[in-house]
């Protein structure tokens, strides 16, 4: 692929769906559903057609509801977005629920289906044979209502500002101040931070309790005896269960935990202070200022860029493409929805990157990140059907989090010093170690909740303190600091928006790290296992995937230990 060049993809030309057609009501989509509903598969061929029709008309209202969902979250005081977004969940996501359903039951009962055995075919079956299991026409209006609820929480958190040196800054600009070597004033913006968010905990309690409430229902509706089981079923989860999530809980508990500790006893002893405080985390030890890899949105795009490019230049390619289509939106601004995110668009296979920058060392991994996502999309932009683009995330945050550790040869393109470049190394290596903690915390915590639906708020606060309390470290000091403490898990929006999704953030990391262990050893075997691993999307069972990348998917004690150990390795020589 000539580097230089741009060349902008074409969607493909549609051979089911007219060129021109776009969503404007259920009426004008409903009859393609019918049509698929009604015609005749007399062969395999003909039922292998059926399904790359049904998968374009998919991929046109998936990318339609993408679009409009990136639009609101661009700007979440924007009314005709939300309005329009609203639309799709409350109007064509409830029709296209029924309709979905009526085709896997077509599917399945097809005489022809068990000759497709092409690359990909075995894994959607089983899919579609799960997705009928637990479809419930009771749970469409409630799913419609779950969705929008979610959206609360986005324009909660997106309306936080706070007053730092007489500016109005968001949550995310505020935060840069919890690296200033001034301590007074990382403590001014950890208080004010935090005391932002408690200023809503109540009503985000209360929109909590809604959703719980509404998810339990769903679960009890579709025969489980809570949300967890029905989540692991609706998500997928063919190759662990709740008990390997326990496994993991304990695995880290036993060995990242003390690791947890090292790292916090270094900190405290090199910042030479009495207590570790919340707002001692993010400082450089050495007392200096805070890194800053890059000045502006436009110069983490071209520093990104060449990045990838060194790594590999298809890489490169794939943000270059991204950059001319204008489908980066990096800045934080005031009113536009928290986090970030790779949105894959799915007619077009050229994904959107949305994040809320400042300047940031996070900032910096983010992107790379959200690139790893980005170059997914690319990988999987030929499969033949959009189900086998849709990787489980086990498999989607595989690809982020190596992309993070992959990259780390080529972080000069972002410092321009050797001191400041094993900064921002050490830096994240540390942050891997805290990762996995924290999503064991936030993971246990939901398996907690969702098999006691009928806890108090009272209840859920004490299970939040006494969970988190056994993934942190022993050395910061929370006092005057507890109510805070037990708010916490309100900053997370997962919770709110996407629940049950936080286990796969550990599993890929353990991934990605033993990703980078081969990286180190043999780089171009390493990086090509990688890309041969994402080429994959969901054709194969998630232990094939990680297999493909010649890494196993274990989070056993043993393998936890290993990785950890490799991190430590690695940490010691910087």
Wanted: proline share 4%; aromatic share 12%.
């Amino acid at each position: 692929m000539d580097t230089n060049k741009v060349e902008i993809p074409k969607r493909k030309a549609r051979k089911y769906l007219p060129e021109d057609f776009t969503v404007t009501s259920w009426d004008a989509i409903q009859p393609f559903f019918r049509e698929l509903e009604e015609r005749e598969i007399n062969s395999a061929g003909e039922l292998r057609k059926w399904f790359q029709d049904r998968s374009e008309l998919e991929s046109v209202l998936s990318e339609d509801m993408g679009w409009r969902y990136i639009r609101m979250t661009i700007d979440t005081r924007d009314k005709e977005a939300k309005e329009r977004f609203n639309f799709f969940v409350s109007e064509i996501e409830p029709n296209i629920a029924p309709e979905s359903n009526k085709l896997n039951q077509k599917a399945i009962a097809n005489p022809f289906l068990n000759e497709l055995k092409a690359e990909g075919y075995p894994v959607m079956i089983r899919s579609m044979k799960t997705d009928i299991e637990i479809f419930r026409e009771a749970n469409i209006p409630l799913n419609t209502e779950l969705q929008t609820l979610a959206q609360e929480y986005g324009a909660i958190s997106g309306a936080m500002t706070v007053e730092m040196d007489g500016k109005e800054l968001t949550l995310q600009q505020a935060a840069d101040f919890l690296q200033s070597v001034d301590r007074s004033k990382r403590e001014e913006a950890y208080r004010k931070i935090s005391e932002r968010r408690f200023e809503d905990n109540v009503e985000l309690d209360s929109l909590f309790d809604k959703l719980l409430n509404l998810r339990h229902r769903v679960a009890v509706n579709a025969g489980f005896e809570n949300y967890r089981d029905y989540m692991f079923k609706a998500m997928g989860r063919f190759d662990y269960t709740p008990a390997d999530c326990d496994d993991f809980h304990n695995s880290v508990q036993a060995e990242v935990v003390p690791l947890l500790n090292m790292v916090a006893g270094e900190r405290k002893d090199k910042l030479k202070v009495d207590q570790l405080r919340p707002w001692d985390k993010a400082v450089d030890v050495e007392g200096r200022e805070q890194l800053r890899p890059f000045k502006n949105s436009r110069e983490l795009t071209e520093k990104t860029i060449r990045v990838f490019q060194r790594l590999d230049p298809f890489l490169g390619q794939c943000l270059r493409i991204m950059q001319e289509m204008n489908h980066l939106d990096l800045d934080s601004r005031k009113g536009k929805a928290p986090g970030g995110y790779n949105y894959p668009l799915s007619e077009i296979g050229v994904p959107f990157i949305f994040m809320n920058a400042t300047s940031t060392l996070r900032d910096m991994i983010t992107i790379l990140h959200e690139g790893g996502h980005a170059v997914h999309s690319f990988l999987v932009r030929e499969l033949e059907l959009s189900d086998f683009k849709e990787a489980p995330s086990e498999v989607a945050e595989l690809a982020s989090m190596s992309m993070e550790l992959l990259t780390m040869d080529y972080w000069d393109e972002y410092f321009d010093n050797e001191e400041d470049l094993v900064r921002a190394k050490k830096d994240h290596l540390e942050q891997i170690i805290g990762t996995l903690p924290w999503v064991a915390t936030i993971d246990k915590f939901q398996h907690w909740i969702y098999t006691n639906p009928a806890h108090t708020q009272e209840e859920r606060k004490q299970a939040w303190l006494e969970i988190f309390s056994s993934f942190s470290d022993e050395v910061t000091d929370w006092s005057g600091l507890e109510k805070y403490k037990a708010y916490m898990w309100q900053k997370q929006l997962h919770l709110y928006e996407v629940p049950f999704y936080y286990i796969e953030y550990g599993i890929a990391q353990l991934g990605a790290v033993a990703v980078w262990k081969n990286y180190r050893e043999n780089p171009q075997k390493g990086l090509q296992g990688y890309m041969d691993a994402l080429k994959l999307g969901y054709t194969k069972p998630i232990p094939e995937v990680y297999k493909a990348a010649d890494i196993s998917f274990d989070f056993s004690r043993s393998n936890i230990k290993e990785l950890m150990q490799f991190v430590k390795e690695e940490l010691d020589k910087l």
